[in-house]
T-cell receptor
Framework: NAGVTQTPKFQVLKTGQSMTLQCAQD?????MSWYRQDPGMGLRLIHY???????DQGEVPNGYNVSRSTTEDFPLRLLSAAPSQTSVYFC????????????FGPGTRLTVL | GIQVEQSPPDLILQEGANSTLRCNFS?????LQWFHQNPWGQLINLFY???GTKQNGRLSATTVATERYSLLYISSSQTTDSGVYFC??????????FGTGTSLTVIP
């Protein structure tokens, strides 16, 4: 199993550009989530999904969209990037819910100029 | 949301020493997990421990839910233990709240 994979590993955007961060897992996990990690602030939940077709907002959802059309994939979209979205983004998954062991992807380092 | 506070923020240990990391949370929780982020940024789940005590090798964790805190014990520390340790808590629903972490450096 590849576990949780994220692409790209690094990305530089200009203000106003859009992009999609990809996240995929091959463990048949129902629960998937996106976090951002900023220096000195720990991880903050952006969006999460408890299964295909179901998504919900986390602590910091503004400026981000998600969809979950398959169990395996959970992309994160930035519609109009802003410098405040410069961060490291982590995707995580677990078997059924957040109470199960969380498996994290390697992260995407995003810089918005 | 739940406020999660971790202490100490930074810790430097000699190899072989023991340490205790603390996590306080502001509300009752049904989910408490500890994670280790290695120096390369990878996050690894250490424990799922909403209450009670668990041990895994040199690591153990205890959560006293009624008093709203959790402790992570590291015994006989090794340089590979270096990194940042996070605790994360949730009550109802599926929203995790992370603390700001304890940065551990183990020197040989």
């Amino acid at each position: 199993n590849a576990g949780v994979t994220q692409t790209p590993k690094f990305q530089v955007l200009k203000t106003g550009q859009s992009m999609t961060l990809q996240c995929a897992q091959d463990m048949n996990h129902e629960y998937m989530s996106w976090y951002r990690q900023d220096p000195g602030m720990g991880l903050r939940l952006i969006h999460y999904s408890v299964g295909a077709g179901i998504t919900d907002q986390g602590e910091v959802p503004n400026g981000y969209n998600v969809s979950r059309s398959t169990t395996e994939d959970f992309p994160l979209r930035l519609l109009s990037a802003a410098p405040s979205q410069t961060s490291v983004y982590f995707c995580a998954s677990s078997y059924e819910s957040s109470t199960d062991t969380q498996y994290f992807g390697p992260g995407t380092r995003l810089t918005v100029l | 949301g739940i406020q999660v506070e971790q202490s100490p923020p930074d810790l430097i240990l000699q190899e072989g020493a023991n340490s205790t990391l603390r996590c306080n949370f502001s509300d009752s929780v049904n989910n408490l997990q500890w994670f280790h982020q290695n120096p390369w940024g990878q996050l690894i789940n250490l424990f799922y421990i909403p209450s009670g005590t668990k041990q895994n090798g040199r690591l153990s964790a205890t959560t006293v839910a009624t008093e709203r805190y959790s402790l992570l014990y590291i015994s006989s520390s090794q340089t590979t233990d270096s990194g940042v340790y996070f605790c994360a808590a949730a009550n109802t629903g599926n929203q995790f709240y992370f603390g700001t972490g304890t940065s551990l450096t183990v020197i040989p």
